[in-house]
């Protein structure tokens, strides 16, 4: 097993006559009618990465729940509503963003080591699947909470079963010295506390390792350390476990390795599964994998640069629209999205008009030199772009479209300079 599906069955945004496309849709026109930075998704890809997670993890009874967090466009989260998939939430707003797009309630879970006594008691009344709590004061101000609304709060205990992912630093989760979660044998004195808590309820077992992970090791050493926590939790404290909840991160192909192979993780999840004491449901909480490379962001060149010693393609897109690059190291593949002369190849760094020096959406790239008005297309930008966009520099948020059945809409509209500062007040 391992890594190395190199080839998606149906790449998304193919090029036809020598264009990039989404759907039938050319993103040239898209560009043209919509202006740009621009981000784009195929909904059919995302609907279609859906159904590639529910056949890999077939077997055991199965809720995805998207983790909004990814992408909170409520276009997409509606499509994922209607194939019957669940939320991860970790905030209110991602509460309300689900609720508003017709996410059952008893399909989402709340994950944080952060969720104020507000947030709690929004997921209590909205009758959530269950609030994954990340450390015995979280689940005090629970309890308490849930006695005063005469609830009962389903809980899984987050377990930090201290798995190292090869992954960015910034994204790793599983290790002892990550704050999210508690050590395994936290988690059993947290389950005996919720056996003697009458608004308390014991529903499941949690883990989230990190993100971007294409290896299945780690993944299948953390369900082994849920799977006993959830064993002992039923034997030492008769809790009902129903769920095991194997989190997200499920890697994407990038532009340096293949993506994770996820029916192999599948198969050996579903193994472990049939050996437990008691029928398991299985929760997974994928984001990217979902929606990565369902998006692009279209950007047009400025300008083209050579000073001290290099070349410089000044695009109208930044860390303003996609932090990942100087954020996480995230490489993402760049391309025109009109085939054209080719230029022969060139050394460039590609930045955006953000005034830091570590405004860029690639270095070191070698790329036919594209001139003023060419529009380039970055990849793999469904996930963590829009998700992770800012006002820095004020610069307006872009605009989001969304192509699916056929058609293209906009299901974001640009925003305006009066919208920089609708909240303030002079
Ligand atoms: N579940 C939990 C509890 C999470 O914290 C996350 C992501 C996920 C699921 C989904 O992970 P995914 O399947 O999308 O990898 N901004 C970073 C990624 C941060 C991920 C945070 N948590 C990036 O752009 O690489």
């Given at each position: 097993?391992?890594?190395?599906?190199?080839?998606?069955?149906?790449?998304?945004?193919?090029?036809?006559?020598?264009?990039?496309?989404?759907?039938?849709h050319s993103l040239e026109a898209l560009a043209d009618e919509h202006g740009t930075p621009l981000y784009v998704y195929d909904g059919d890809r995302a609907l279609e990465r859906l159904s590639t997670v529910r056949d890999a993890f077939r077997g055991p009874e199965l809720l995805v729940a998207y983790s909004v967090k990814a992408n909170p466009n409520l276009a997409l989260l509606d499509l994922f509503a209607r194939a019957g998939a669940g939320a991860d939430i970790v905030s209110g707003g991602?509460?309300?963003c689900a609720l508003c797009a017709g996410i059952a309630a008893e399909r989402v879970v709340f994950a944080g080591v952060g969720k104020t006594r507000d947030e709690m008691r929004q997921g209590l009344e909205s009758g959530i699947r269950a609030f994954h709590v990340e450390s015995a004061q979280e689940l005090e101000v629970l309890g308490a909470l849930a006695s005063e609304l005469g609830r009962e709060a389903p809980v899984a205990v987050r377990v930090n079963p201290d798995v190292d992912s090869p992954t960015h630093a910034f994204t790793r989760t599983g290790h002892a010295r990550a704050k999210f979660g508690v050590s395994p044998r936290e988690a059993l004195a947290l389950y005996r506390r919720i056996a003697d808590h009458p608004h308390l309820r014991a529903v499941g077992v949690d883990v989230h390792i990190g993100s971007q992970v294409r290896e299945a090791s780690p993944f299948l050493r953390a369900l082994d350390v849920i799977l006993d926590v959830a064993a002992r939790a039923g034997r030492e404290t008769g809790a009902a476990i129903e769920y095991v909840d194997l989190g997200g991160g499920f890697g994407i192909e990038d532009p340096v390795a293949g993506e994770l192979d996820l029916p192999a993780l599948g198969r050996e999840?579903?193994?472990?599964?049939?050996?437990?004491?008691r029928p398991l449901q299985l929760v997974v909480e994928p984001g990217r994998f979902l929606v990565g490379d369902a998006g692009v962001l279209l950007t047009r060149v400025l300008y083209v640069k050579r000073s001290g010693g290099k070349t410089f393609v000044v695009t109208d897109a930044g860390m303003t629209e996609l932090i990942r690059p100087s954020h996480y190291g995230g490489e993402h593949a760049i391309t025109r999205v009109r085939e054209g002369r080719q230029a022969p190849a060139e050394e460039v760094d590609i930045v955006g008009p953000v005034c830091e020096q570590g405004d860029f959406l690639a270095r070191g790239r070698s790329l036919p030199l594209?001139?003023?008005?060419?529009?380039?297309c970055v990849h793999q930008a469904g996930a963590y772009a829009a998700a992770m966009a800012s006002n820095y520099n004020s610069r307006p948020r872009a605009a989001e479209v969304l192509v699916h059945d056929g058609r293209a809409a906009l299901v974001r509209r640009r925003e305006?300079?009066?919208?920089?500062?609708?909240n303030e007040r002079p």
């Open positions: 097993m391992g890594t190395g599906v190199l080839s998606p069955a149906r790449p998304p945004f193919p090029r036809l006559g020598g264009v990039l496309h989404c759907g039938s991602e509460l309300y999840v579903a193994l472990r599964l049939q050996k437990a004491s594209p001139s003023r008005g060419t529009l380039l305006r300079y009066s919208d920089l500062v609708r």
